[in-house]
């Protein structure tokens, strides 16, 4: 169980001085490459109520509560099997884009699950999945086979005192019964005040062992509260999570020669090209879910929105060897 619960609460210990960050990423590393993982897609935006929110009746929990769908939070230890410990993650109107965003509230665990060796007082959201049960079991991610260079987010924050909130990112390989870390990046969101959602970019660094191996999972996680000093009522606002590319272009072919439009759309989407050497367009949403691959013919593609959710979609333009000629963002809209 240590094993398990050491990476439910790596988020608040990462606010440790920068030299020992390596050192705690090994610890890290060496911890989540055994545990067990959800592969669900986690609600990036908040939006969209149920197609984004479980709703948990009173009946279910004490009080009612909102869960954000593909993400693991605290709430369901309020359930009085578990502890009846207060609830921690809220829907909310205070939002970036949209009418709806995640607020992660500080609390102080008045019954932390036996085993999971958590702080008593934590603010704490991770893709995956707790189920209750005696005691209650965690799985970590959702499945997601892209290398993106940002995590990227937009978020405010409230501390109570000297609290600090945090935000990182692991990306895995499946290696026989253990884990790659393929990549990680961690960033102190704030130490103080932050009225205005403001946007952070974590720059999403590889390991050097696996220079091209694309990850099966995604572990995400937000904290409201750093380990060395957290306390009950620091509030942390997020919304519009989005993973980022940064354009890998061969010299010489298609950089900045894509026309996109309309974008945003709800129907039709145009691509067209001002080289030959554009062969196929490869989408993806921002959640890392592959739509699918596309020919180029006569220097243009023309594709159908219609069935795709609303959100941000990612495409990669490549050439003949697969090369990347170019990648950017389109937007469906409802």
């Not at 020992?20 to 545990?35: D, N, P």
């Not at 605290?74 to 965003?101: C, E, Y």
Request: with cysteine; proline share 5%.
């Amino acid at each position: 169980m240590l094993i398990k619960a050491l990476f439910c609460t790596f988020i608040v210990t990462l606010n440790l001085k920068s030299e020992k960050m390596k050192k705690l990423y090994s610890i890290i590393i060496a911890t989540i490459v055994a545990i067990p993982f959800a592969y669900a897609q986690p609600a990036f935006n908040f939006e969209g109520g149920s197609t984004s929110w479980n709703n948990t009746p009173a009946s279910g929990a004490n009080p009612a509560y909102d869960e954000p769908k593909g993400w693991a939070t605290l709430n369901i230890l309020s359930n009085s099997l578990a502890g009846g410990n207060p609830v921690s993650i809220f829907k909310s109107t205070d939002a970036h884009g949209g009418t709806a965003a995640c607020r992660i509230l500080t609390v102080a665990l008045n019954s932390p699950p036996s085993g999971w060796y958590l702080q008593d007082t934590i603010g704490l959201i991770v893709t995956g999945k707790i189920a209750l049960g005696l005691p209650p079991s965690i799985t970590y991610g959702y499945a997601y086979a892209s290398r993106p260079s940002t995590l990227e987010f937009w978020s405010k924050y409230t501390p109570n005192g000297a609290d600090t909130a945090s935000a990182a990112i692991v990306l895995l390989k499946a290696n026989g019964s253990l884990k790659d870390t393929i990549g990680v990046g961690y960033l102190t969101i704030a130490t103080t005040t932050v009225s205005a959602y403001t946007k952070h970019v974590i720059p999403i660094i590889y390991n050097t062992a696996f220079p091209s191996t694309s990850p099966d999972t995604s572990v995400i996680a937000f904290s409201s509260s750093g380990k060395n000093n957290p306390k009950a009522g620091s509030e942390l606002l997020i919304d519009d999570i989005f993973l980022g590319f940064t354009s890998g272009i061969d010299d010489g072919d298609v950089s900045a020669s894509v026309n996109i439009f309309p974008n945003p759309t709800n129907k039709e989407l145009n691509f067209s090209f001002n080289s030959n050497k554009a062969k196929k367009v490869s989408i993806t949403s921002s959640t890392g879910q592959h739509i699918g691959n596309y020919d180029i013919e006569n220097k243009s593609f023309k594709m159908n929105a219609e069935k795709l959710a609303a959100g941000v979609y990612i495409y990669t333009i490549k050439g003949e060897s697969g090369n990347v000629l170019n990648s950017g963002r389109f937007t469906v809209t409802n």
